[in-house]
């Protein structure tokens, strides 16, 4: 058993890409000590059970699996005397002082306190509760995730036929995932009108399977008493609610939900931090800097990416700063810049920026609200047009990612807004 | 005739209210053995209800309801303790949006009275809006301190585990079939797993206790399934709601669509109430959820839809008389506690009562002077202090393992229920005990995880284990391949 | 007779979309795509469809019951289906490294499968 220190420079909560990402960055940056602090029996966070191909190209310029791209994070901050790792460990509580309450079989209760402390708690599943699909409570409704841990990591599969409600690439994954494993998927549905998937898992899990694909459908109700024995599905009006008289029955034993993904910020609210309420994250600045000076965060538990890549570099982001504060080393002197995101731009972060004065390059990640083509993203503060953009295609699913330049920093004034100019 | 088993007294039905007289009567110096049908105590009506320990007030002056309702309410207070039952007594408020409402509390105020409800008062607006800030409707409301809410599963096991630890005997699975009479009177019960004898039956089958009756030749009433149903909601959004229990002013077939906190702080709201033919049926409609949701408005018109958790139902079960129907059946050996219907909850440990006191006359049995009252206390981690956490874990490893990140339920907790006399045999039965899968994500992350800990503790594969009845089987092997072969 | 088809490239999450020209069943040319892989893949996608194969095979002696396998090259897509019904009947013993071959030159297909996380 490891002995830890009372005081690290900084504690992460969170042992998934965010956080080994984290780690590994606060280390390049000078930090001398460093604790991770992750629930599972080992590190890597859900990329453990996401068996598919497909991450890391941006990160680590290849195409690797998420137990691959665990073990690029793994390799990252393992055998490094700063970086020290507890699995098995849950934290309880993060108070405002920094420390960090937690416990676990070996160790028993934790207390540790960071300088600077970093939340990358991830996300979790919406449930059926939360979406109030009508019917019996029968065994064989899942999470998608819940499913894919079964069927990668423990080796059992959820039921034989197969329904998946929701098209985000969770639910699409699984339905290849479970044909490959000999089950019948019977169906995709939808509630909205278009796919919240990447496109490359519409055409590999779906087509290549010949999976029907129902837009604007929903379940109306879950038949079977003790285990689902069926489902019925209707057609959804532009409001999403079911069209009386368009109700069809599917057979199948197991229904997989993939119907959203939300910040899992239990710890966060325990230290009020400010939230985002349509990122459901707490609201950062450029740096990943929380409202509460010292506490940083990064990845999912912000706001939900589209690829594990773009969560190594925010990461990377918070655990840079993070180091840099640990070491006195960040310069207090900065403007206060709000972001809002407006017209079409559904979600941006960061949602301030705390711009030094000789300026800093800052990336902004968004989220249009829905499907467009051929549109303008526009960066403005004031009258100062600061950056714009063609897209050809901009989807819900797929998060944008802009550069600021430091040498347009200047033109910032108080507020930054972002938005899509549909006339171009 | 082969007996799987002897007693003298046999209790058909796992309910609170079957739990409740069980315990009664192993106070006595009497064999008594609780059948089951489901694979845990308390699936049926008392695992979806309103979770309410009501003051009294609502039932006619006179009836089995408001008598037992008045007495049942003051045995809780003692029971909280003894059975270490989780409790919170919140007090209840009937609120009146408009004066032809505030007419029916004076109503229920003059009826609460000649019940015997204790410290009864209508409040005017401002009283209503110190307790409750967001019953921005109200413009008075009926105040019934001694109401609280409780964990009507819990209630249940630590009934049923009471009576365990004084000698009484609870089998699951076991479904009655059948009465075997000699001379007209019951002298065994027929069973899926045999025939057990005995000198005589409680009868306190829920919404299945008229066949019960039946089957043993009495026909004196008809239970009907009444339908509820109920949206949960998450803990963070509980102050944007009540603090306590607030009904509507009643309507006519029930208490109303009320807006109740829980006694582990999340909020609900519900019930409606819809007559049905099928006692197994309790699914969730569209149409009910709809109308739960226009109807909790009227209280509290800004209701934070978003942060529903999960939504249930389950059917009450009423009496064709609407009174509970209660003692000595016209056959003989026979005794009815059924139609137990809202307060039916509150009034089980009055009904359990009068119920042994029925069966003693017709025995006879003595009292035992060694009846243990007090159950051992339950371990609840979140509840425990850092240092009390420190030392449990110390002690015992398994509790420094969160399972329910939701609830910070830990592995610890989850084996002890397995273990514990009545134990958790299905992910729901954990569920219920220890809250693991009761959160926010409704299982997402703990229930493979509890399905891996039930398999490993009972000894079985995870393809064998159970959500919760019968053929409720969660997870299956992968398709068997030969190794290796094409 | 030439034909145009508008397909998506899923070589990387960018998933461009691509109106390829196929002239006597040949690819002639593709728009569409940012980067060569893409006109690579509407050649294969036109010719011989090809695709990644993610799986587990079971694992004897290991942490963790499985072992996520990866295919260390594109199989045909029809035989897709068929490689994962061969892995599904495939036990090694652990220890496994990362990259390590758990089925060589599978169904005679000329592709390994290999480990794609270390299993202790």
């Given at each position: 058993m490891k002995e830890l220190k009372d005081l690290y420079d900084i504690v992460i909560v969170g042992g998934g890409p965010a956080g080994l990402s984290a780690a590994y960055s606060a280390w390049q940056n000078g930090a001398k000590s460093v604790l991770v602090i992750e629930r599972d029996r080992e590190l890597g966070g859900i990329l453990q059970q996401c068996i598919h191909n497909g991450f890391g190209l941006h990160h680590f310029k290849e195409e690797l699996t998420g137990p691959g791209y665990a073990h690029r994070c793994i390799e990252l901050v393992k055998d490094k005397s700063e970086i020290e790792c507890l699995t098995d460990t849950m934290v309880l509580s993060v108070e405002k002082d920094k420390t960090v309450v937690a416990v676990s079989p070996d160790h028993g209760l934790i207390k540790v306190k960071g300088k600077t402390v970093i939340l990358t708690m991830g996300c979790r599943e919406r449930t059926r509760g939360a979406i109030r699909i009508p019917g019996e409570r029968p065994a064989g409704v899942f999470t998608a995730g819940a499913a894919q841990r079964m069927v990668n990591m423990e080796g059992y599969i959820p039921g034989h036929k197969i329904v998946i409600l929701g098209s985000g690439d969770i639910g699409l994954i699984m339905a290849r995932r479970m044909s490959l494993e000999g089950c019948k998927v019977q169906a995709v549905l939808e509630i909205c009108p278009f796919s919240n998937g990447l496109?490359?898992?519409?055409?590999?899990?779906?087509?290549?399977?010949?999976?029907?694909?129902?837009?604007?459908?929903?379940?109306?109700?879950?038949?079977?008493?003790?285990?689902?024995?069926?489902?019925?599905?209707?057609?959804?009006?532009?409001?999403?609610?079911?069209?009386?008289?368009?109700?069809?029955?599917?057979?199948?034993?197991?229904?997989?939900?993939?119907?959203?993904?939300?910040?899992?910020?239990?710890?966060?609210?325990?230290?009020?931090?400010?939230?985002?309420?349509?990122?459901?994250?707490?609201?950062?600045?450029?740096?990943?800097?929380?409202?509460?000076?010292?506490?940083?965060?990064?990845?999912?538990?912000?706001?939900?990416?589209?690829?594990?890549?773009?969560?190594?570099?925010?990461?990377?982001?918070?655990?840079?700063?993070?180091?840099?504060?640990?070491?006195?080393?960040?310069?207090?002197?900065?403007?206060?810049?709000?972001?809002?995101?407006?017209?079409?731009?559904?979600?941006?972060?960061?949602?301030?920026?705390?711009?030094?004065?000789?300026?800093?390059?800052?990336?902004?990640?968004?989220?249009?609200?829905?499907?467009?083509?051929?549109?303008?993203?526009?960066?403005?503060?004031?009258?100062?047009?600061?950056?714009?953009?063609?897209?050809?295609?901009?989807?819900?699913?797929?998060?944008?990612?802009?550069?600021?330049?430091?040498?347009?920093?200047?033109?910032?004034?108080?507020?930054?807004?972002?938005?899509?100019?549909?006339?171009? | 005739m082969d007996f799987i088993k002897e007693a003298d007294v046999v209790v058909v039905g796992g309910g609170v209210v079957g739990c409740a007289i069980l315990r009664e009567l192993s106070k006595y110096d009497v064999k008594c053995v609780l059948l089951e049908k489901e694979p845990d105590v308390a699936c049926g009506t008392t695992k979806a209800n309103s979770a309410i320990l009501h003051a009294g007030f609502d039932a006619p002056t006179g009836s089995n309801k408001a008598i037992m309702n008045v007495l049942g309410?003051?045995?809780?207070?003692?029971?909280?303790?003894?059975?270490?039952?989780?409790?919170?007594?919140?007090?209840?408020?009937?609120?009146?949006?408009?004066?032809?409402?505030?007419?029916?509390?004076?109503?229920?105020?003059?009826?609460?009275?000649?019940?015997?409800?204790?410290?009864?008062?209508?409040l005017n607006r401002e009283e209503v809006l110190a307790k409750e800030p967001n019953l921005t409707t109200a413009v008075a409301a009926l105040w019934a301190p001694t109401a609280g809410v409780c964990w009507p599963f819990e209630a249940a096991l630590r009934f049923a585990q009471c009576a365990m630890q004084n000698g009484a005997e609870v089998i699951r699975n076991c479904r009655v079939t059948g009465f075997v009479k000699e001379d007209g009177k019951i002298i065994a019960v027929e069973t899926n797993l045999g025939v057990i004898k005995t000198k005589c039956v409680v009868n306190a089958a829920g919404v299945y206790a008229d066949e019960i009756a039946h089957l043993a030749g009495d026909d004196s009433f008809k239970i009907h399934p009444r339908k509820g149903e109920y949206i949960l909601f998450d803990k963070t959004v509980c102050n944007d709601l009540v603090y306590g229990v607030v009904f509507p002013t009643p309507a006519k077939n029930s208490k109303g669509i009320l807006v109740c906190t829980t006694t582990h702080g999340n909020t609900f709201i519900g019930p409606n109430a819809n007559d049905m033919d099928d006692k197994e049926d309790t699914s969730v409609t569209a149409p009910g959820m709809d109308q739960i949701i226009a109807s909790a408005r009227k209280l509290i018109p800004n209701l934070p839809m978003g942060a529903a958790i999960t939504e249930?139902?389950?059917?009450?079960?009423?009496?064709?008389?609407?009174?509970?129907?209660?003692?000595?059946?016209?056959?003989?050996?026979?005794?009815?506690?059924?139609?137990?219907?809202?307060?039916?909850?509150?009034?089980?440990?009055?009904?359990?009562?009068?119920?042994?006191?029925?069966?003693?006359?017709?025995?006879?049995?003595?009292?035992?002077?060694?009846?243990?009252?007090?159950?051992?206390?339950?371990?609840?981690?979140?509840?425990?202090?850092?240092?009390?956490?420190?030392?449990?874990?110390?002690?015992?490893?398994?509790?420094?393992?969160?399972?329910?990140?939701?609830?910070?339920?830990?592995?610890?907790?989850?084996?002890?229920?397995?273990?514990?006399?009545?134990?958790?045999?299905?992910?729901?039965?954990?569920?219920?005990?220890?809250?693991?899968?009761?959160?926010?994500?409704?299982?997402?992350?703990?229930?493979?995880?509890?399905?891996?800990?039930?398999?490993?503790?009972?000894?079985?594969?995870?393809?064998?284990?159970?959500?919760?009845?019968?053929?409720?089987?969660?997870?299956?092997?992968?398709?068997?391949?030969?190794?290796?072969?094409? | 007779m030439s034909e145009t088809r508008v397909m998506n490239c899923i070589m990387c999450p960018m998933g461009c979309e691509m109106t390829v020209t196929i002239d006597d069943g040949k690819v002639v040319d593709v728009k569409g795509n940012t980067?060569?892989?893409?006109?690579?893949?509407?050649?294969?996608?036109?010719?011989?469809?090809?695709?990644?194969?993610?799986?587990?095979?079971?694992?004897?002696?290991?942490?963790?019951?499985?072992?996520?396998?990866?295919?260390?090259?594109?199989?045909?897509?029809?035989?897709?289906?068929?490689?994962?019904?061969?892995?599904?009947?495939?036990?090694?013993?652990?220890?496994?490294?990362?990259?390590?071959?758990?089925?060589?030159?599978?169904?005679?297909?000329?592709?390994?499968?290999?480990?794609?996380?270390?299993?202790?």
């Open positions: 496109t490359r898992n519409i055409v590999q899990c779906l087509n290549d399977y010949n999976i029907p694909l129902y837009l604007s459908h929903t379940i109306v109700k879950i038949h079977g008493k003790d285990r689902v024995n069926g489902i019925t599905v209707a057609k959804v009006d532009e409001k999403m609610r079911p069209i009386p008289g368009t109700e069809f029955d599917i057979d199948c034993d197991t229904v997989l939900l993939s119907v959203g993904l939300i910040p899992e910020n239990e710890l966060s609210r325990g230290l009020d931090l400010k939230m985002h309420p349509l990122t459901n994250g707490p609201v950062v600045d450029q740096h990943r800097q929380t409202s509460l000076p010292g506490f940083y965060a990064a990845g999912n538990v912000v706001h939900v990416h589209d690829l594990v890549d773009f969560v190594s570099e925010e990461a990377e982001i918070a655990g840079k700063f993070a180091a840099l504060e640990a070491q006195g080393k960040l310069d207090g002197n900065t403007k206060f810049v709000t972001v809002t995101a407006e017209k079409g731009v559904r979600t941006c972060v960061p949602q301030c920026l705390n711009l030094p004065e000789a300026g800093e390059q800052v990336r902004l990640f968004m989220r249009v609200a829905n499907p467009e083509r051929k549109v303008k993203l526009v960066v403005k503060s004031g009258d100062n047009v600061i950056l714009q953009r063609m897209l050809p295609v901009a989807k819900p699913s797929e998060m944008i990612a802009v550069d600021i330049p430091a040498a347009k920093t200047e033109l910032i004034g108080s507020s930054l807004t972002v938005f899509l100019d549909k006339e171009a | 309410n003051r045995l809780y207070h003692q029971l909280e303790d003894e059975l270490d039952l989780d409790i919170k007594w919140t007090g209840s408020l009937v609120v009146a949006t408009n004066d032809e409402e505030v007419e029916t509390l004076k109503e229920l105020l003059e009826r609460g009275k000649n019940n015997g409800v204790p410290d009864l008062a209508i249930f139902a389950g059917l009450r079960a009423v009496s064709d008389n609407g009174d509970f129907v209660l003692g000595a059946s016209c056959v003989e050996g026979l005794f009815n506690a059924a139609g137990m219907q809202s307060p039916g909850l509150t009034a089980a440990p009055a009904v359990a009562e009068e119920i042994a006191e029925a069966v003693a006359k017709y025995l006879p049995m003595n009292k035992k002077a060694d009846f243990k009252a007090a159950l051992p206390k339950q371990v609840h981690f979140t509840r425990l202090t850092d240092s009390e956490k420190a030392d449990l874990i110390a002690k015992e490893p398994l509790f420094g393992r969160v399972i329910c990140r939701c609830e910070t339920v830990t592995e610890g907790e989850i084996v002890a229920a397995i273990k514990a006399p009545c134990g958790a045999t299905t992910v729901d039965a954990v569920k219920r005990r220890t809250r693991a899968g009761m959160g926010r994500c409704q299982g997402g992350f703990c229930g493979p995880r509890v399905t891996q800990i039930l398999a490993r503790e009972l000894g079985i594969s995870v393809a064998d284990v159970l959500k919760e009845r019968k053929d409720s089987h969660l997870y299956y092997e992968k398709t068997d391949v030969k190794g290796g072969q094409e | 980067c060569p892989r893409g006109a690579k893949y509407a050649h294969d996608e036109v010719t011989a469809p090809k695709r990644m194969l993610t799986t587990t095979v079971r694992v004897e002696g290991g942490m963790l019951p499985l072992l996520p396998v990866v295919s260390e090259t594109v199989l045909p897509k029809e035989k897709v289906l068929d490689c994962a019904a061969y892995l599904r009947g495939v036990t090694v013993k652990a220890p496994v490294k990362t990259g390590d071959v758990i089925v060589e030159d599978i169904l005679g297909l000329g592709v390994n499968i290999i480990a794609s996380r270390d299993m202790l």
